[in-house]
Nanobody, 115 residues
Framework: QVQLAESGGGLVQPGGSLRLSCAASGIIFNIARMDWYRQAPGKQRELVAR???????NYADSVKGRFTISRDNAKNTVYLQMNSLKPEDTAVYYC?????????WGQGTQVTVSS
């Protein structure tokens, strides 16, 4: 059974930082492409960052220079380091895995940026 378990969300002030983690089980993690998505209230889910099995990364324009995606294959975990957070980063953040032709989603973790 494949499971993606996110953690690390919470309430942070503008300009602050958070690190999200997503621990995967049930897949051979080092060959999976891992993404972070987010969905704000009333908006469509959008891709935030992507890391391939080879370590290549892509970012949404809105987070470039502020967010960093990384992976630790020994721990079957992908991270999203979020710095200089803005109120518009408030959303539920989801971990996503593409494993061969199969897709898996985590349950999401809430990030709220507010003073």
């Amino acid at each position: 059974q494949v499971q993606l378990a996110e953690s690390g969300g919470g309430l942070v002030q503008p300009g602050g930082s958070l690190r999200l983690s997503c621990a995967a089980s049930g897949i051979i993690f080092n060959i999976a492409r891992m993404d972070w998505y987010r969905q704000a209230p009333g908006k469509q889910r959008e891709l935030v960052a992507r890391i391939t099995s080879g370590g290549g990364t892509n970012y949404a324009d809105s987070v470039k220079g502020r967010f960093t995606i990384s992976r630790d294959n020994a721990k079957n975990t992908v991270y999203l380091q979020m710095n200089s957070l803005k109120p518009e980063d408030t959303a539920v953040y989801y971990c996503y895995a593409l494993y061969g032709v199969r897709q898996y989603w985590g349950q999401g973790t809430q990030v709220t940026v507010s003073s």
